[in-house]
């Protein structure tokens, strides 16, 4: 239905890799922090408890540090940085993107392919330049607007979010060149 063509090089991967590091971050970094504090002070109340009423010292004292540990790790735990990779040897990879009505397909300058279910895509985000396609919090694809030789990026935009049953993020371009 779409066809894209997007060279990856390093500007474009340094592009990529701040763009899904600000929302990695912004989906995650609160819920990790207080996910880590809250399991601090149950370990510490565990082991309180443990300690005093179910005369358990030895795994008490193995849950009170624990607890501390977490906790202090929770205040300074440092954010998220996501990297999309390297570049091939030339510098350059291009990759060709086919959005089918089943999928995605991936096709690597070497030949190699990739595919994608659009139920896979977490999130789906827009700035300027490009879409961005993020499957988790570590795999991301990057498609060039002005790389459709099939289709054009007003209809891919309707068409991903009908495919895509997931929350679109529109994100300031400050990464675009």
């Known amino acids: 239905v779409f066809e894209n063509t997007t060279v990856y090089d390093s500007e474009t991967l340094i592009a990529l890799s701040e763009t899904v590091s600000r929302i990695v971050r912004k989906q995650t970094f609160s819920v990790r922090k207080a996910a880590m504090l809250l399991a601090g002070i149950l ?4 082991g309180i408890y443990c300690i005093v009423s179910a005369q358990q010292k030895v795994l008490g004292l193995c849950l009170i ?7 202090i790790r929770s205040l300074t735990v440092q954010k998220l940085k996501v990297w999309g990779g390297k570049p091939a040897e030339s510098g350059r ?20 392919q990739k595919g994608c279910l659009y139920n896979d895509i977490m999130l789906h985000a827009e ?14 694809f990057l498609v060039r607007k002005d790389g459709f030789t099939e289709g054009n990026p007003d209809d891919f935009r309707q068409f991903l979010i009908k495919k895509t049953a997931c929350r679109q993020f529109e994100i300031a371009d400050t990464t675009d060149k």
């Open 127 to 140: 700035t300027e330049t490009f879409f961005l396609l993020m499957q988790n919090f570590q795999t991301a």
């Open 43 to 46: 370990c510490c109340g565990i």
């Open 65 to 71: 540090p624990i607890g501390l540990l977490a906790g």
């Open 93 to 112: 990879d291009e990759r060709r993107f086919l959005f089918l009505d089943d999928g995605i397909r991936l096709v690597r300058g070497n030949g190699s």
